[in-house]
């Protein structure tokens, strides 16, 4: 199993920024952020292999932007211009095939 640790969220105003972190215990080939806001299913944000391949949620698409440091076994996920809709916790894991979730970073965008 593949360790997962999360980090980079807070409390931030619409229209805010942050850029979450994801540290990994080795490399793995593609990953994901995924977030499950209060009552709802856990839902994939975005995706992106060892090579650079990148998908989208259309709720997030143009705000959004996972990159990766494959030396560092590290994902990250820049967010701008949030949304209260984007209030969620955030996980990293592998994809499509997850692997034991981590705590997770919270996000709270609010005013």
């Known amino acids: 199993q593949v360790q997962l640790v999360e980090s980079g969220g807070g409390l931030v105003q619409p229209g805010g920024s942050l850029r979450l972190s994801c540290a990994a215990s080795?490399?793995?080939?593609?990953m994901g952020w995924y977030r499950q806001a209060p009552g709802k299913l856990r839902e994939l944000v975005a995706s992106?292999?060892?090579?650079?391949?990148?998908t989208y949620a259309d709720s997030v698409k143009g705000r959004c932007t996972i990159s990766r440091d494959n030396a560092k076994n590290t994902v990250y996920l820049q967010m701008n211009s949030l949304k209260p809709d984007d209030t969620a916790i955030y996980y990293c894991?592998?994809?499509?095939?997850?692997?034991?979730w981590g705590q997770g970073t919270q996000v709270t965008v609010s005013s």
């Open positions: 992106i292999t060892s090579g650079g391949r990148t």
């Open positions: 080795r490399s793995i080939f593609t």
């Open positions: 894991n592998t994809y499509p095939n997850t692997q034991l």
